[in-house]
């Protein structure tokens, strides 16, 4: 069975990105449920795979960064509101017997992401 996974990467700092809140939503037509909440460890992953076995479905997912709060813990100078705050990644998965890794590499003004395996 497949998987999915993320790591968060801070590229203003040029390390992995430690205590970044996440939520994981599955997008059910005009309804997000929410399906996990957890935060990211010294090496910018989380603990286990977000996604796997029974619980690893197609669809539409959202995953939400709490990347603003990340950097003004680390006591970056933003202006308010923030210009990134939360960064809001919408997916998809097709197949379900697959790995899907989706990053997220970040500063407090750009981000970006890819599928990884």
Request: charged content about 20%; overall charge neutral.
């Amino acid at each position: 069975m497949g998987k999915l996974s993320t790591h968060v990467l801070d590229t203003m700092h040029g390390k992995p990105a430690q205590n970044v809140g996440i939520k994981l939503y599955a997008i059910r037509g005009e309804t997000r449920h929410l399906l996990k909440e957890a935060t990211t460890n010294s090496d910018g992953r989380c603990d286990e795979p977000l996604l796997q076995g029974e619980g690893m479905k197609a669809g539409v997912y959202e995953l939400i960064f709490g990347a603003g709060d990340y950097f003004a813990q680390k006591g970056v100078k933003m202006p308010e509101p923030r210009f990134l705050d939360q960064v809001v990644l919408r997916f998809g998965i097709a197949d379900p017997t697959e790995n899907y890794h989706v990053p997220l590499v970040v500063t407090p003004w750009t981000y970006s992401t890819y599928r990884g395996s």
